[in-house]
T-cell receptor
Framework: EDQVTQSPEALRLQEGESSSLNCSYT??????LFWYRQDPGKGPEFLFT???AGEEKEKERLKATLTKKESFLHITAPKPEDSATYLC?????????FGTGTRLTIIP | DGGITQSPKYLFRKEGQNVTLSCEQN?????MYWYRQDPGQGLRLIYY???????QKGDIAEGYSVSREKKESFPLTVTSAQKNPTAFYLC????????????FGSGTQLSVL
């Protein structure tokens, strides 16, 4: 069974200070790697799907990358509205395993 | 606008009481899911349904029940057998196919009185 670990648990950045969030997993193979954003008291909102090592996806200030054993969510020049919990999940539909998330706070 | 509607936003359960959480979607998705979210833990799958009148247990189905009588609706009942029901409950849907992403509702916070 896949295990998904996200680090760090929490991250505080100054506005404009770039950084990366990590998602590592134990089972290799052809499974999707999903990134979601979750605001407090809301449901997760889909960001990216990655399938192949070396694949990259971008959306505004976010870029997700994938290797054989981990994925990174890079955030470039973040703004306060990027503050949220970022979840990653690994697997296929009903077999998804979620990480516990990274709580990101961007300080103006 | 297409989406998933969960109600109520907040729900309180008394000891020995069954409560039902509503989930409706107008995305025309075949698959629907119920997840439970606890602080410091990842989302855990309770039940899922890939087609009307059929559903399967997820990882933590004990103390819960579901029905799927219509494509648009997938209500979750938290029974009195669930001894630790306090959590944030999330409903999701997806198109069929291994690569399809989940669309989530806005959640129901269930607390015990």
């Amino acid at each position: 069974e896949d295990q998904v670990t996200q680090s760090p648990e929490a991250l505080r950045l100054q506005e404009g200070e770039s950084s990366s969030l990590n998602c590592s997993y134990t089972v290799s193979g052809l499974r999707g790697l999903f990134w979601y954003r979750q605001d407090p008291g809301k449901g997760p909102e889909f960001l990216f799907t990655l399938y192949s090592a070396g694949e990259e996806k971008e959306k505004e200030r976010l870029k997700a990358t994938l290797t054989k054993k981990e994925s990174f969510l890079h955030i470039t020049a973040p703004k306060p509205e990027d503050s949220a919990t970022y979840l990653c999940a690994r697997g296929i539909r009903e077999k998804l395993t979620f990480g516990t998330g990274t709580r990101l706070t961007i300080i103006p | 606008d297409g989406g998933i509607t969960q109600s109520p936003k907040y729900l309180f359960r008394k000891e020995g009481q069954n409560v039902t959480l509503s989930c409706e979607q107008n995305l025309n998705h075949d698959a629907m899911y119920w997840y439970r979210q606890d602080p410091g833990q990842g989302l855990r799958l309770i039940y899922y349904s890939q087609i009307v009148n059929d559903f399967q247990k997820g990882d933590i189905a004990e103390g819960y029940s579901v029905s799927r009588e219509k494509k648009e609706s997938f209500p979750l009942t938290v029974t009195s057998a669930q001894k630790n029901p306090t959590a944030f409950y999330l409903c999701a849907s997806s198109r069929t196919g291994a690569k399809e992403k989940l669309f989530f509702g806005s959640g129901t916070q269930l607390s015990v009185l």
